[in-house]
């Protein structure tokens, strides 16, 4: 297998797959010994690329070639090495490889850049543990907020004693922040995660920015009751009125251009011969702008009111995550076109990022774009996400050539 090609990145996806915390599928969450094995794993394969690989203070995998000058601004390159339940092997996984065996390429041909790179694994894009997304990559931006400590997992543990049994200090979150450093801008190579680029027959194509999200744990409260003992007309349904609220979801979401999912329902005490009392439901809505993003929220939190007020349910809202849209800085959006165009495409397809992505934290940093990849059916967070070894080769030739464009206009910058 020749280093650093198509063939050898796909097989690390498949090494990295083996690293799961589930026999039944892959699942590698933040602060975990699996967090750990692949850390270590993407670790040895940075040096072997001539990165100088470390763990930064937040759990991230980080691998840093420095630039000509000891002063010299630094490129980043990366994606995350996270994975939600049940996930494939690519979802960010592939983008990390592929910016490792970038900078293996460029050091094979002893090329020279006007500025160093960074290569980061970030270690908690998903929130599979915590609830809470990109904390691996707000860490980096400098973002990193005092309440998330508390954060809690399934069974009870804070990110705090979390970090503290992984080995990390938690007074020391800070010095995984960037912030105050020259950077050059952020660079994540990605599957779609949609079929937009199969549907158009195209390998690749620039990512013109990432919708905004908002993610909420959403509550009614009414009062359990026997199936059969309770007439309708003193009902206190939780299940019913979370139901009016679930459908709303989709109704107003589509209507409005959004996109609102909801994909966690539990209905208590859960007896079949018994009225649900509570149902805990969850909200991920997600829109190009965040005005329209917000509107959708206010239009389902007053349907919600509405469908408690009329079966004398509580209705209870408690947000996990906001984000913002964002979108790619011209210049190097400009480059990753170039690198698409290098790799075979005249004219490279751009398109918008309905999902979230680290990109989306490290814009509070630094400017950033974007390259996407083709996936089978554009079905991801699932076993069956799947890449062409031949799209996974454009994909390597264009990232490499997208890092050179940059380093182009960088040296034009600075004549």
């Known amino acids: 297998m020749t280093p650093f090609s198509a063939d050898e990145v796909l097989a690390r996806?498949?090494?990295?797959?083996?690293?799961?915390?589930?026999?039944?599928?892959?699942?590698?969450?933040?602060?975990?010994?699996?967090?750990?094995?692949?850390?270590?794993?993407?670790?040895?394969?940075?040096?072997?690329?001539?990165?100088?690989?470390?763990?930064?203070?937040a759990g991230n995998q980080r691998g840093t070639l420095a630039g000509p000058t000891a002063d010299a601004p630094i490129l980043l390159l990366g994606s995350h090495l996270d994975t939600v339940p049940g996930a494939g092997r690519y979802d960010g996984i592939l983008g990390t490889l592929l910016a490792i065996a970038v900078v293996g390429r460029l050091r094979a041909r002893g090329v020279e850049l006007p500025f160093g790179?960074?290569?980061i694994g970030f270690a908690d894009e998903e929130g599979t543990r915590f609830g809470r997304t990109l904390l691996g990559s707000c860490a980096v931006a400098g973002t990193w907020q005092e309440s998330w400590w508390g954060l809690r997992d399934a069974h009870g543990t804070t990110v705090r004693d979390a970090f503290i049994a992984f080995g990390l200090d938690p007074a020391r979150v800070g010095d995984a922040s960037l912030r105050g450093q020259s950077i050059v801008g952020y660079l994540e190579a990605h599957i779609e995660q949609g079929p937009l680029l199969q549907?158009?027959?195209?390998?690749?194509?620039?990512v013109e920015g990432i919708m905004g999200a908002r993610r909420f744990e959403l509550q009614m409260t009414g009062e359990a009751g026997h199936a059969g003992g309770m007439p309708y007309g003193r009902r206190r349904d939780a299940l019913l009125g979370a139901s009016e609220v679930v459908t709303a979801v989709e109704a107003l979401a589509r209507d409005a251009g959004a996109i609102g999912t909801v994909g966690r329902l539990h209905a208590y005490p859960g007896a079949m011969n018994v009225i649900p009392g509570r149902v805990e439901f969850s909200l991920d809505l997600r829109a190009e702008t965040d005005a329209l993003r917000d509107r959708v929220w206010r239009e389902i939190e007053e349907a919600a009111l509405k469908a408690?007020?009329?079966?004398?349910?509580?209705?209870?809202?408690?947000?996990?995550?906001?984000?913002?849209?964002t979108h790619v800085a011209a210049p190097l959006a400009a480059a990753v076109e170039a690198g698409i165009r290098a790799s075979g495409d005249a004219a490279p397809m751009r398109l918008l990022s309905k999902a979230g992505h680290?990109?989306?934290?490290?814009?509070?940093?630094?400017?950033?774009a974007m390259l996407f990849i083709r996936c089978k059916d554009g079905v991801s967070h699932h076993r069956d996400e799947s890449v062409r070894a031949?799209?996974?080769?454009?994909?390597?030739?264009?990232?490499?050539?997208?890092?050179?464009?940059?380093?182009d206009a960088h040296d034009r910058a600075h004549d």
Do not use: K
Not at 312 to 319: G, K, P, S, T
């Open 199 to 206: 549907d158009a027959d195209r390998a690749l194509g620039v």
């Open 13 to 57: 996806c498949d090494v990295l797959a083996g690293i799961s915390a589930a026999t039944d599928g892959i699942e590698r969450a933040y602060l975990t010994p699996e967090h750990a094995r692949a850390n270590w794993t993407v670790g040895e394969w940075m040096d072997a690329a001539g990165l100088d690989a470390w763990q930064d203070a």
């Open 308 to 325: 408690a007020a009329s079966r004398n349910l509580a209705f209870d809202v408690h947000e996990l995550h906001a984000a913002r849209a």
């Open 117 to 119: 790179l960074e290569v």
């Open 358 to 368: 680290d990109a989306m934290a490290i814009a509070d940093l630094c400017d950033y």
């Open 390 to 407: 031949d799209d996974v080769a454009l994909a390597l030739d264009a990232f490499e050539a997208t890092v050179l464009a940059v380093a």
